[in-house]
């Protein structure tokens, strides 16, 4: 148990279908964050929120849709997807100082999406 | 953008044999850590450094913060059948995360 929990593990959707990713963390963690790892590809930051709030949109298409109610939950609202958004999905939370330092950045387990 | 660069992409060794892989950037980082990945599961954080020029060790492993906050380096001592897996390096700034490609580490009983 990593403190960052995401459901579902495993996910298969098709093009035209919506659904959502949900990230939990028990860490009292202050910042959520969103990360995507396709194959042979370093993981790459997709949202930044701190203190509920985003703070980074790291250039990701629109049909990703990120929201966080509140300071341990995290959701990716995902809408008519393309094939290669196929991938591994990766939550993790950190302790985040006045300096925008970040302590104790810690992953989820990923869901594993595949889009048909 | 920033990018690491991390060394070697894979290595083939015999258990109890000791390990040593580098992340280099041309940017500086405030943060360097190290994670470890399994199939099918999330990074493992297996050490954090905050400080240019700090060594910390954890258990087998020891990396240290490069002085120029450019790099870091990872070394497993006396390697075991479980520490098979793929290891990352990631600097931090500003919250953001940059990944290198990974070193997968194979090791032959």
């Known amino acids: 148990e990593t403190g960052v929990t995401q459901t579902p593990r495993h996910l298969v959707m098709g093009m035209t279908n919506k659904k959502s990713l949900k990230c939990e963390q028990h860490l009292g963690h202050n910042a959520m964050y969103w990360y995507k790892q396709s194959a042979k590809k370093p993981l790459e930051l997709m949202f930044v929120y701190s203190l509920e709030e985003r703070v980074e949109n790291n250039s990701v298409p629109s049909r990703f849709s990120p929201e966080c109610p509140n300071s341990s939950h995290l959701f990716l609202h995902l809408h008519t997807l393309q094939p290669e958004d196929s991938a591994l999905y990766l939550c993790?939370?950190?302790?985040?100082?006045?300096?925008?330092?970040?302590?104790?950045?810690?992953f989820g387990s990923g869901t594993r999406l595949t889009v048909v | 953008g920033q990018q690491l660069n991390q060394s070697p992409q894979s290595m083939f060794i015999q258990e109890g044999e000791d390990v040593s892989m580098n992340c280099t950037s041309s940017s500086i980082f405030n943060t360097w850590l190290w994670y470890k990945q399994d199939p099918g599961e999330g990074p493992v954080l297996l050490i954090a450094l905050y400080k240019a020029g700090e060594l910390t060790s954890n258990g087998r492993l020891t990396a240290q913060f490069g002085i120029t906050r450019k790099d870091s380096f990872l070394n497993i001592s006396a390697s075991i059948p479980s520490d098979v897996g793929i290891y990352f390096c990631a600097g931090e700034l500003a919250q953001k995360l940059v990944f290198g490609q990974g070193t997968r580490l194979t090791i032959n009983p």
């Open positions: 993790a939370s950190s302790i985040t100082d006045s300096t925008s330092t970040s302590y104790g950045y810690t």
